[in-house]
């Protein structure tokens, strides 16, 4: 597979175990599709699939988000440094927006698998700010909630619905968001509301065959989603 360099610029402490990476695109632009991932190489023994988080209206840098997880995540989370130069593959996967459409958009995640929730919120914000899309967000703890402070920002006046439930049996001190996990009730609501609605979900097996089931038992037809298994 063909790979090309590129530089971190900036990097960006999400959650206490999630950081972005910004990349300057540099004599080597790509164009790419919302929900996209390419292999980065952080050496020649390590290399990993990462969604681009960011959107493809910026012209000049790109976006990946990194957990400090399995053997990749913690290696590049740990050693990757700003002006560090790490090569890069073309943009791949089906796990793509819809940019011909108008039709609203319900994305289901956990904890840090919500990287291309972010690129699809983005261009939307831009490109189609007419377009309605509600972000389902499971969290294991407080401290997972990845990119708050941006979407709480366009909450209030951006085509974003968040519901950011929190999956523990008791409710924290000071949390006043939802506890437990998502519904076929929830999903089927949005659905009855405007069946052109378009279901996305990625993350790791486990939860990705939950959401699965739960479109299922939502009575989501198949042509109206789309999901992404990353292990």
């Known amino acids: 597979m063909e790979t090309k360099p590129y530089t971190i610029r900036r990097i960006l402490q999400e959650t206490p175990d999630v950081r972005s990476f910004i990349l300057e695109f540099g004599d080597h632009p790509f164009s790419f599709t919302p929900g996209q991932f390419t292999v980065v190489h952080l050496n020649a023994?390590?290399?990993?699939?990462?969604?681009?988080?960011?959107?493809?209206?910026?012209?000049?840098?790109f976006q990946f988000t990194v957990k400090r997880t399995g053997n990749f995540g913690t290696q590049f989370y740990d050693?990757?440094?700003?002006?560090?130069?790490?090569?890069?593959?073309?943009?791949?996967?089906?796990?793509?927006?819809?940019?011909?459409?108008?039709?609203?958009?319900?994305?289901?995640?956990?904890?840090?698998?919500?990287?291309?929730a972010r690129s699809f919120f983005y261009y939307i914000l831009i490109r189609q700010p007419q377009r309605k899309m509600t972000l389902f967000h499971e969290v294991t703890s407080l401290d997972q909630?990845?990119?708050?402070?941006?979407?709480?920002?366009?909450?209030?006046?951006?085509?974003l619905t968040r519901v950011v439930l929190l999956n523990q049996p008791n409710r924290p001190a000071g949390w006043a968001g939802g506890l437990g996990?998502?519904?076929?009730?929830?999903?089927?609501?949005?659905?009855?509301?405007?069946?052109?609605?378009?279901?996305?979900?990625?993350?790791?097996?486990?939860?990705?065959?939950?959401?699965?089931?739960?479109?299922?038992?939502?009575?989501?037809?198949?042509?109206?989603t789309f999901v992404e298994r990353w292990s």
């Open 79 to 116: 050693q990757a440094q700003i002006g560090d130069t790490v090569s890069i593959g073309e943009p791949m996967g089906q796990l793509k927006l819809q940019t011909d459409t108008l039709d609203p958009v319900c994305f289901l995640g956990s904890d840090y698998c919500i990287p291309a």
């Open 45 to 61: 023994e390590c290399q990993a699939p990462l969604t681009i988080s960011s959107s493809p209206h910026d012209q000049k840098y």
């Open 181 to 224: 996990r998502i519904t076929p009730v929830m999903l089927r609501s949005l659905y009855l509301e405007n069946p052109k609605t378009k279901f996305y979900a990625a993350g790791e097996f486990a939860e990705v065959k939950f959401y699965q089931q739960l479109l299922q038992a939502a009575e989501i037809p198949k042509q109206s």
């Open 145 to 159: 909630v990845l990119y708050d402070n941006e979407f709480k920002h366009f909450e209030q006046n951006s085509p």
